[in-house]
């Protein structure tokens, strides 16, 4: 394997992992992905396989033996200069008001959104490079209060504190939590069944900015990726 940087990405087998995965692999980063679907996963894994060094490891990441899985595999490729926590679930569809939400699911919501990712940090702690990027992907819901996305948007503010804290006790790494904005994804379509999504944009409009975090030297924080541009070689940004 040559010097190329190495990331994991949770959740790359579509929608907007996939996109993410896609940019670094033109640009010859060595990835490491995960997702639920088996088959997507080989899809996503047999396309940037075509461009870089790819190793697929499909699994849930609430499941800790997954967990241990993906750090095994970071360890076997050197260690990682990014790790993505995209990977969520949106829970309960259609969405329900809060007096009606499910607790059992609601629990679930905040296994896989918050209390996962930062169990897969713990276990890839060691494998992490000096000056690696952490990236947690959030939502406007967890700063808005949207009717129906109180599930989703607490456990993504909860994900967006725990991160917030890892930034300052951790100073040697870049931790950054980031919001795509709203995407045409099978997410979205799933928070609103039977609506046209088509004039929403894809997820590649979010890559660029997130990139440029993953590059710059913007310092640990809350972006908005689409509010992330570089300008005559100087990143700015929209913090939130």
């Not at 896609?22 to 990835?31: F, P, Q, V, Y």
């Not at 949207?146 to 804290?165: C, E, S, T």
């Not at 894809?202 to 440029?212: F, L, M, N, Q, Y």
Request: hydrophobic share 40%; net charge negative.
């Amino acid at each position: 394997m040559n010097d190329a940087p190495t990331a994991l990405i949770t959740g790359a087998s579509r929608g907007l992992g996939l996109a993410l995965a896609r940019s670094l692999a033109t640009d010859g980063w060595h990835l490491l992905i995960d997702g639920r679907d088996p088959t997507a996963l080989h899809a996503a894994t047999a396309e940037l396989g075509e461009l870089t060094t790819v190793r697929a490891v499909p699994g849930d990441v609430a499941d800790e033996t997954h967990r241990r899985q993906l750090g095994r595999a970071a360890g076997e490729l050197g260690g990682l200069d990014l790790v993505v926590h995209n990977a969520s679930t949106l829970g309960v569809s259609p969405l329900p008001p809060l007096t009606e939400y499910p607790l059992d699911e609601l629990r679930r919501v905040f296994e896989v959104d918050t209390l996962a990712p930062l169990a897969l940090t713990q276990v890839l702690a060691p494998q992490l490079r000096p000056g690696a990027r952490i990236v947690a992907i959030t939502s406007d819901a967890a700063v808005e209060a949207y009717p129906g996305w109180g599930g989703y948007g607490a456990a993504k503010a909860a994900l967006d504190q725990v991160f917030a804290v890892l930034a300052v006790e951790r100073p040697d790494l870049r931790v950054y939590r980031v919001d795509p904005g709203e995407m045409r994804t099978r997410m979205y379509q799933e928070a609103a069944p039977g609506e046209d999504i088509s004039d929403l944009p894809p997820p590649e409009v979010s890559v660029p900015g997130i990139r440029t975090l993953i590059a710059g030297g913007l310092p640990s924080g809350r972006y908005v990726a689409r509010s992330v541009e570089t300008a005559n070689g100087a990143e700015t940004a929209v913090a939130r």
